[in-house]
């Protein structure tokens, strides 16, 4: 009964997009394989050097277009790590552009029609996030020793709930890299997975396909929008650790 | 039909993990509207804040991605 049910409805496969495949054949996936990830995560880098070396390769005085939206992305995210991990955390603010390009670049390649979005992958974001979270713990303690530990000791709380927060306070810093990487791949997956959904109804029936076709619009436009703030938020927590690193006290 | 039982507690699980998004929903419309209520009191200290906005709105969606991640993980991987 459930198999003419199955060939009468919609074929949904919205997680398909998502499949890492050997470029050439084969279905064997080592880690020297070059797969479509790699391709993808290619293509972002290579864009990257387009833009920030190739296009500001001239240094003129009077930018042209290429040199202007270097310069703005350098300016917003020198001001971003100012503003919010503080005149010190400038030292750090190669590796958290670094972060940040790489995120613009990837989420905005993964929005290309049939292409392959690399930071969809848990795996991928979960590489950055622990490298932000063991490079950020590692800097606490190499600038403050045992002290860092002060972060966990809410001096400002009544003695009496101190070591009930340093418990809650241990906890929600280790869960850090589990959100900071899972929000980022999350939000890029389902965007990519509702769209696949709505291209479904679309295919569907004819009284459903222009509705559906405004909100494969709708959510395109959102994830456009998405793939920026997401970046963003990434590169901002970033630097919120990075400022608990520096001034771990309460 | 047999040992369909356990997928079906898969499908309403995961349906039923989704419902923490609202949680994120409820949480990321009280910080915008409260950010924009005070922006437009004094819209000339709003600028400075946009960030703390973001990092707000980050926090409060992080547990709604959670559940989001307990109903992907109920569909694909258990």
């Known amino acids: ?250 | 039909m047999e040992g369909d039982i356990v997928e079906m507690g898969k499908f309403i699980g995961a349906g039923l993990a989704t419902i923490g998004m609202g949680g994120a929903a409820i949480g990321v419309g009280s910080i915008v509207g409260n950010f924009l209520s005070g922006a437009l009191r004094n819209p000339s200290a709003a600028g400075g804040q946009t960030a703390m906005l973001f990092i707000g709105i980050a926090f409060a969606e992080a547990f709604g991605i959670f559940s989001f991640l307990v109903a992907l993980l109920l569909m694909f991987a258990v």
């Not at chain 1, 070396?53 to 971003?80: C, D, H, K, W």
Request: with cysteine; net charge neutral; aromatic share 14%.
């Open chain 1, 1 to 250: 009964m459930s198999a003419d049910v199955e060939t009468a409805g919609p074929q949904f496969h919205p997680m398909e997009q998502f499949t890492v495949e050997p470029l050439f054949g084969g279905h064997a996936i080592n880690w020297y394989t070059p797969t479509n990830v790699t391709l993808w995560m290619g293509f972002a880098v290579l864009a990257i050097i387009l833009l920030l070396v190739i296009g500001t390769r001239r240094r003129a005085i009077i930018p042209n277009r290429t040199q202007s939206v270097a310069e703005l992305a350098y300016g917003f995210v020198y001001s971003m790590v100012e503003d919010v991990a503080g005149k010190d955390g400038l030292k750090y603010f190669p590796y958290i552009m670094t972060l940040f390009i790489f995120i613009v670049f990837s989420n905005f390649l993964g929005l290309i029609p049939m292409s392959f979005s690399t930071t969809s992958h848990i795996a991928v974001t979960v590489i950055m996030a622990l490298a932000v979270f063991i490079s950020v713990t590692a800097i606490g303690f190499y600038k403050h020793g045992i002290g860092f530990l002060g972060l966990f000791w809410v001096s400002s709380a009544p003695l009496a709930l101190r070591p009930v927060l340093a418990v809650i306070e241990v906890i929600s810093y280790f869960v850090r890299p589990v959100s900071h990487s899972i929000r980022l791949a999350g939000n890029v997956m389902a965007g990519h997975a509702v769209i696949e959904v709505f291209a479904v109804f679309v295919g569907m029936s004819l009284f459903i396909a222009p509705l559906a076709l405004v909100g494969i619009v709708g959510m395109f436009a959102m994830d456009v929008l998405v793939a920026f703030i997401q970046a963003y938020v990434f590169t901002i927590l970033t630097c919120v650790y990075l400022k608990d690193a520096l001034h771990p006290a309460h």
